[in-house]
T-cell receptor, first 115, second 113 residues
């Protein structure tokens, strides 16, 4: 069965450093998402991406964050200057469409630890 | 805005016990409702869904019914197994293009032999 792949599974970085989290969505999907879960808290929406542009973003997704689909397969989340509070599990998701029956498929997540 | 509230956890049950995990929601539109499950070391997997009122989603012995009158989508299973030990997330997706998922906090279920 097709799956969403995320790398790395765990990323450790120093505060102030840039990190790029990578995702390979399912190949025929058109809509892409990033979510995050701070330990012990809810899974929160960060951003959605369609047709090579951001379609929606949350208040969490400030100027420190950016997303890109650099080629036909990868979907990346960049954090320019990491803060301690960016430590979280980051999930990538993709779906073919946005009708009521469409399902978002998730990757296994990248655990980001900012020291 | 939209929100999902799940009962507090964790929950520990003996094998073959009955499971109920409560989930209620608030939404501005007419959402689709989902239960996702996360097994240790894995990503979020769709467990079941319901897209309109009174629909019952079911999968792997789990069931949940979309109750619009009580804005609820409680997850039930008649007889849990050790392999059901995981984190369970209730979520909604409101109407509209590019609709994001809004999740509850998740609840950890541990089933002991």
């Amino acid at each position: 069965e097709p799956e969403v792949t995320q790398t790395p599974s765990h990323q450790v970085t120093q505060m102030g450093q840039e990190v790029i989290l990578r995702c390979v969505p399912i190949s025929n999907h058109l809509y892409f998402y990033w979510y995050r879960q701070i330990l012990g808290q809810k899974v929160e929406f960060l951003v959605s991406f369609y047709n090579n542009e951001i379609s929606e973003k949350s208040e969490i997704f400030d100027d420190q964050f950016s997303v890109e689909r650099p080629d036909g397969s990868n979907f990346t989340l960049k954090i320019r200057s990491t803060k301690l509070e960016d430590s979280a599990m980051y999930f990538c998701a993709s779906t073919w469409g946005t009708g009521r029956e469409n399902i978002q498929y998730f990757g296994a997540g990248t655990r980001l630890s900012v020291l | 805005g939209d929100s999902v509230t799940q009962m507090e956890g964790p929950v520990t049950l003996s094998e073959e016990a009955f499971l109920t995990i409560n989930c209620t929601y608030t939404a501005t539109g007419y959402p689709s409702l989902f239960w996702y499950v996360q097994y240790p070391g894995e990503g979020l997997q769709l467990l079941l869904k319901a897209t309109k009122a009174d629909d019952k989603g079911s999968n792997k012995g789990f069931e949940a019914t979309y109750r619009k009158e009580t804005t609820s989508f409680h997850l039930e299973k008649g007889s849990v197994q050790v392999s059901d030990s995981a984190v369970y997330f209730c979520a909604l997706r409101d109407t509209g293009a590019n609709s994001k998922l809004t999740f509850g906090k998740g609840i950890t279920l541990s089933v002991r032999p």
